[in-house]
């Protein structure tokens, strides 16, 4: 028959893990967000108690409070979640050749193979069920052609459902469904196309693309008007999209001399490499974040050539990153590593770099800044979802 993609979206990820882990959140509306600390912290996602008050991901938690003033507050904790998603993974491992992640929650899924509609329904209902029950946690899954209409019918019979789109009925079922609900339409692109006069999928399909693409001064616009049409071959979805995950010190003192500095990035990249060796993760990218006693911020990235976990390879990236790109015209009073680009694929790189040589005498500026400062609190910071 062709190509069948499946599109699995774990309903509520977040939320449902926390009640999992902790039942006594049945009973209360709550919302997972990144740093308790932080009221201005943005929801991720929030219990079906807390959405028939109105909250949703993506609603800073204040605002989440003047909905639901009895909202609860949950710190996300993306070890559960990476555990989680790990096992979803390798579920869908037994029914798909192919698996494409989109985030921890989301995965696209190509069995291969010639299967009839019918076919690919049953291979959705299995996953639904063993989810369900080896998990305790629901996923919705979309049936397609294309990547778009499959990740369409994930949201469309949520939660727990199973929507087919074929080529007969994706005009019933797609084109009369708010633009809002096509990939890449968020807020903006939202209000200019309402101003256009054009409401629903059915209208983006219609329209003329050149047409789009003017109102919305973007190449963009030719995007849309495909993927309202269930093409697409535009649409090159991201294979490393675990997340990303890091560490920050804030120490007792500013940092004033590059030896503080190197030590302290090196006791992060420790702490972070830790964590991507508990969950066999590798990662392509690492990144530097600065915050000086003025409180002015900065951020350094540099893509690696291969994934890596190895602690010394990821430090001289970062030290050199601080070097090269940073001038310390105010001491530092916190930092941050994060690696993102995570790849949990478990292949290994044809380069040697376990035994990655020290740029500098490590040990020596680690004791001394201990002496220092005392004992350090590394803190984790999770960005979960699309680095």
């Known amino acids: 028959m062709g190509r069948i993609i499946l599109h699995c979206d774990m309903d509520r990820f977040y939320a449902t893990i926390e009640e999992k882990y902790n ?7 709550f919302a997972v967000c990144g740093d308790p600390e932080l009221r201005h912290s943005i929801v991720m996602s929030a ?4 959405k028939k008050f109105g909250v949703r991901a993506g609603l800073s938690y204040s605002d989440a ?3 639901c003033p009895n909202l609860a507050y949950v710190r996300a904790d993306l070890e559960k979640y990476l555990a989680e998603a790990k096992t979803a993974r390798a579920i869908y491992r037994k029914y798909a050749a192919e698996i494409v992640p989109y985030g921890l929650d989301e995965a696209w899924l190509l069995p291969g193979g010639d299967l009839s509609w019918h076919e690919a329904g049953q291979i959705a209902e299995l996953i639904r069920l063993e989810v369900k029950y080896a998990m305790g946690l629901s996923v919705s899954v979309g049936v397609s052609d294309n ?3 499959s990740k369409i019918g994930s949201d469309y019979n949520k939660p727990d459902g199973i929507t087919v789109v074929t080529k007969e009925n994706y005009k019933e079922l797609i084109w009369p469904l708010d633009a809002a609900e096509l990939l890449f339409v968020g807020t903006v692109r939202r209000r200019t196309l309402t101003y256009g006069g054009i409401q629903t999928i059915g209208d983006i399909a219609a329209a003329d693309p050149e047409r789009l693409a003017k109102m919305l001064k973007s190449k963009v ?9 269930g093409d697409d071959r ?16 804030t120490p007792p003192a500013d940092l004033r001399t590059n030896d503080d500095v190197s030590a302290v ?18 990662t392509k990218c690492v990144s530097l974040y600065l915050r000086d006693n003025q409180f002015n911020r900065a951020s350094r990235q540099c893509t690696l050539p291969h994934a890596t976990d190895k602690r010394n390879y990821l430090f001289n990236r970062a030290y050199t990153l601080f070097k090269t790109q940073y001038t310390m015209k105010h001491p530092l009073r916190s930092i941050g590593v994060r690696v993102g680009g995570i790849d949990d694929s478990g292949q290994t790189s044809l380069f040697d770099d376990e035994d990655c040589d020290m740029m500098l005498d490590i040990d020596r500026r680690i004791q001394k800044l201990t002496t220092k400062f005392g004992s350090l609190r590394v803190e984790k910071t999770s960005a979960i979802g699309r680095w």
């Not at 675990?242 to 560490?247: A, D, F, K, L, P």
Request: charged fraction near 15%; aromatic fraction near 10%.
């Open 23 to 29: 039942p006594a959140l049945h009973h209360v509306p």
């Open 47 to 50: 219990n079906g108690l807390a």
């Open 65 to 67: 409070r003047q909905l």
């Open 147 to 149: 990547l778009i209409f």
């Open 221 to 229: 616009g030719y995007d849309l008007w495909r993927f309202a049409n």
């Open 234 to 249: 535009s649409f090159k979805p991201a294979n490393d999209s675990i997340g990303s995950m890091g560490n920050t010190i």
């Open 265 to 282: 990035i090196y006791m992060l990249v420790t702490a972070v490499c830790a964590r991507l060796r508990k969950h066999e993760l590798k």
